[in-house]
């Protein structure tokens, strides 16, 4: 199961930071994922990180502006957004991936296996 919470209104320019807690699996076996889907549009990957946080992946539209983590004493994954822009206003999903192969390969939707309820980001011009 994964819990994420921290959406919200923000002002263009703002920052937010969105938490997403596991329970039920192994945690740090699993390559955690924010993927965001806003209205009309398809669910598309911002950011990855691998088990032990040592590989991190962004999209092109959140590079430089979106810092992924985990605490895996907490399993917690966490997304700070900074100079959030209006386009960035959408649902925003935690998923986890099981981490099976050494090499890195970005999660798809397909291939996550868990979901969590998503969360709200709203950037006002």
């Known amino acids: 199961q994964l819990q994420a919470c921290g959406g919200g209104l923000v002002q263009d320019g703002g920052s937010l930071r969105l938490s997403c807690v596991a329970s039920?699996?192994?945690?740090?076996?699993?390559?955690m994922t924010w993927f965001r889907q806003a209205p009309g549009k398809e669910r598309e990957f911002v950011a990855a990180?691998?088990?032990?946080?040592?590989?991190?992946d962004y999209a092109d539209s959140v590079r430089g502006r979106a810092s992924i983590s985990r605490d895996n004493s907490k399993n917690t994954v966490y997304l700070q957004l900074n100079s959030l822009k209006p386009e960035d206003t959408a649902v925003y999903y935690c998923?986890?991936?099981?981490?099976?192969?050494?090499?890195?390969?970005?999660?798809?939707?397909?291939?996550?296996?868990?979901w969590g309820q998503g969360t709200l980001v709203t950037v006002s011009s």
């Open positions: 998923a986890a991936k099981p981490q099976t192969t050494i090499s890195y390969s970005r999660p798809s939707t397909r291939t996550s296996k868990y």
């Open positions: 990180i691998i088990g032990n946080g040592g590989i991190t």
């Open positions: 039920g699996f192994i945690f740090p076996s699993y390559v």
